[in-house]
């Protein structure tokens, strides 16, 4: 095996000084797996990480992405958990195994301020890591310790979703697509905001693959769609919004929340602050709930359910390793799905 590896670093914050280089391959320590990674999906906190750090102590140069499916090829000394040969996705919050959330600076997060996974082997204690589905390929898998966890955190746990409910997903982004995915699986109604027709109609298909029928709502036509959401759902509203927006977009989500319900704030796309009306609040009760995707346990729990349902993640476009530069291009544009970068080829 090559005592040296390719990496993707950055030197300093900015998009446009990522770097293709070579480093050491690392060395498993006691308790540690070394893993080849095939597949690295980017997710928008990714980019803003490489851009502007996004307040995370960052250590230079430092390697960029919070996810990754991959291989065990070896192991450390008194590891049990896996063995070489088996498929394992990381997690994003590696300290946080199970129980009531840790703080950043108890339990720091993959991708800022640890290194990243846009490296062909990362080195990581056992711990940090999960079976990959079987159901699932590489690509496939690397959207879940991210994503798919936000979004599984949002509405199952503890957000408890139930069958007959009511679901706003906002944007037909990789957390939002998992979301119509997850309510299908559990009998939920979805209704999707999104300022592109095609978009919305590729929610609306995505909804039939599953057997539910997904109401779109464009928010260029319809700004107030909070509006049309309590038209679609006849006065009621919905149970649960994945408020993705910020700003005075949360305003809008609470016009659109049944009395008591869930809003998950996961996004900051038009703003990093939230205005929030006091009274509107009040008179709502609902529970306005701030996620950081979840613990390790809850990402066994998705992988089971991931595998029991047979779903599939929505990929917009896959990039081969040596065009990370091109895949952050198309993030920050937008796309339907996740993107993926593609770092060893699949098997």
């Known amino acids: 095996m090559n005592e040296t590896m390719k990496r993707w670093t950055i ?18 320590k006691a308790g540690e797996i070394l893993v080849e990674i095939e597949a690295v999906s980017l997710n928008f906190r990714d980019a803003e990480i490489v851009e502007n750090g996004m307040g995370v102590p960052l250590t230079f140069p430092f390697t960029p992405a919070s996810e990754m499916a991959g291989r065990v090829i070896a192991a450390g000394d008194g590891v049990t958990r896996f063995r070489v040969g088996d498929r394992v996705l990381s997690a994003f919050i590696p300290g946080w195994i199970d129980g009531a959330p840790l703080s950043w600076t108890d339990a720091p997060t993959q991708g800022g301020p640890l290194d990243g996974m846009l490296a062909q082997y990362v080195a990581m204690p056992a711990d940090w890591c999960v079976f990959a589905p079987t159901s699932l390929d590489a690509l496939e898998a690397s959207t879940l310790p991210v994503a798919g966890l936000t979004a599984w955190m949002a509405l199952v746990e503890p957000g408890h979703l139930r069958a007959g409910q009511t679901v706003v997903v906002q944007g037909t982004g990789g957390v939002s697509l998992f979301a119509v995915q997850i309510a299908a699986a559990s009998g939920a109604s979805v209704i999707v905001t999104s300022s592109s027709d095609a978009k919305l109609a590729g929610a609306i298909e995505l909804g039939a693959k599953h057997g539910i029928a997904v109401q779109g709502i464009n928010r260029r036509e319809r700004p107030d769609w909070q509006h049309a959401v309590l038209d679609l759902t006849g006065g009621r509203g919905a149970d649960h919004i994945l408020e993705m927006a910020g700003g005075d977009n949360l305003a809008r989500s609470l016009q659109a929340i049944v009395p008591g319900g869930r809003i998950s704030v996961i996004g900051l796309l038009e703003s990093d602050r939230m205005d929030v009306p006091t009274m509107p609040l ?14 390790r346990r809850a990402l066994e729990d998705l992988v089971r359910m991931i595998d029991a349902h047979r779903l599939k993640p929505v990929i ?18 937008g796309a339907f799905g996740k993107i993926v970068v593609e770092v060893a080829a699949q098997s």
Not at 11 to 28: M, Y
């Open 11 to 28: 030197p300093a914050l900015g998009l446009d000084r990522l770097a293709l280089g070579v480093a050491p391959r690392p060395v498993p």
């Open 282 to 295: 009040l008179g709502s009760r609902a529970s306005i709930v701030g996620l950081s995707v979840g613990p």
């Open 316 to 333: 917009d476009a896959v990039y081969p390793f040596g065009q990370v530069p091109q895949a952050f291009e198309h993030l920050r544009r």
